[in-house]
């Protein structure tokens, strides 16, 4: 049967179109291995959500909000010891419906990437691009295959030698942070377990630290709801 060209521009626009497997990738990753630490300025250095180890190593999935749809993204990553820095770009190609999607890695270190443990690791995924450094952040999984309904969520605070850090959310409810055991902490140095509901409905979070019992000026982080 011969189709005529109405009918076969009609099929083009009810055709439904495959979602995205992955990020695209914009900028080349930009990668600091060290033998000295680094240090890292950032006060959030990380938003992991919890997944599955896989076999495939160094392997980065982020939960990317369906209202990112054709953003440019940023992604950045660094160790706890400070050793390792990176950042890249990614653009957010639709149709996208928001589940867990696979960033993909072009490393010149992934002998050194596959042998990292979450547990020594930060990475996140900000709106706009790397200059901008955007507050608006959604969690990423390290070397792990994230769950659309994500079971635990971490934020990593590089807290600057404070001695407590605590979190507080729009409706007014509080988190503590814990300081890690970790002998070198550069990058970061305390883990706040976040509430599921803050990425189910999306949250503006107060980042507090305290240091010698004075209060440090809040930062403040915007979580996007995720489906």
């Known amino acids: ?21 992955e990020l695209v990738q914009v900028t080349p990753l930009t990668e600091t291995l060290s033998e000295q630490a680094l240090i890292s300025g950032s006060i959030v250095a990380g938003f992991l959500s919890v997944g599955e180890a896989t076999e495939e190593k160094p ?6 909000p369906e209202a990112w749809e054709g953003s ?6 660094v160790s706890q010891d400070g050793r390792y820095e990176a950042l890249g770009e990614y653009s957010v190609v639709g149709p996208w419906s928001g589940e867990p999607i696979r960033v993909p890695l072009e490393s010149l270190h992934n002998e050194y990437l596959s042998k990292t443990e979450r547990s020594q ?17 959604t969690p990423v999984g390290w070397n792990e295959k994230l769950d659309s309904a994500p079971s635990k969520l971490e934020l990593l605070i590089n807290s600057r030698a404070a001695d407590e850090v605590y979190l507080v959310f729009e409706n007014g409810s509080d988190v503590d942070c814990v300081k890690t055991d970790s002998a070198i902490h550069l990058a970061f140095d305390f ?27 809040p930062h403040i982080v915007q979580v996007s709801p995720l489906p």
């Open 59 to 64: 392997y980065l999935e982020a939960m990317v």
């Open 191 to 217: 883990v706040c377990d976040i509430p599921k509901q803050v990425v189910d409905a999306g949250d503006v979070i107060e980042v507090n630290r305290i240091r010698k019992g004075r209060k440090d000026r």
């Open 72 to 77: 440019l993204v940023c992604l950045t990553l």
């Open 1 to 21: 049967m011969k189709l005529n060209a109405t009918t076969i521009a009609l099929l083009a626009v009810v055709a439904p179109q495959a979602m995205a497997e």
């Open 121 to 137: 690791f930060a990475g996140l995924l900000s709106k706009g691009s790397c200059d901008a450094r955007g507050q608006t952040v």
